[in-house]
């Protein structure tokens, strides 16, 4: 213990440096804990779309969209989502939703916005659309 004590006086730097990741580390796993959008995986997605009526909403550019999209699942860019226009998902709020995105970070973005806006099981597609792909599933090309 002496030795660790030595340590931080002799370098306060790191050992602030140190506090402060650790800090920043609990913080994170806090929050993701206690927040109301979950991480799905693709075979949760699979069953939540299958099992209790789930929609998948894609925030891709609608050139991206194209490319390749998950089955049935509705185009909605972020802009919208940001403004409140969700359109046909406006009767869908005590449904399970599941946003997508190429690679699952700023769908998690639109998660809060329509978590925030009433939507009571909102869910982001672990790793995007990349990891889907990856997994071989299949997509739906315009």
């Known amino acids: 213990m002496e030795q660790f004590v030595e340590f931080i006086g002799n370098h306060y730097m790191l050992g602030a440096a140190w506090a402060l990741l650790f800090l920043m580390l609990v913080m994170s796993w806090l929050s993701g804990a206690t927040s109301s959008v979950k991480m799905v995986s693709s075979h949760d997605l699979t069953m939540l779309v299958n099992r209790s009526n789930g929609q998948v909403v894609d925030t891709r550019a609608i050139a991206d969209f194209n490319k390749g999209r998950i ?5 909605l860019p972020m802009d ?10 406006e009767n869908k709020k005590a449904d399970p939703i599941v946003i997508v995105c190429n690679t699952g970070m700023t769908a998690k973005g639109a998660a809060k916005q329509m978590s925030k806006a009433g939507f009571e099981q909102v869910s ?19």
Do not use: C, E, R
């Open 124 to 142: 982001v597609l672990q790793g995007g659309i990349q990891s889907w792909i990856s997994a071989s599933l299949p997509v739906v090309k315009k």
């Open 80 to 89: 919208k989502i940001t403004s409140g226009q969700f359109g046909a998902l």
């Open 71 to 75: 089955t049935d699942s509705i185009h």
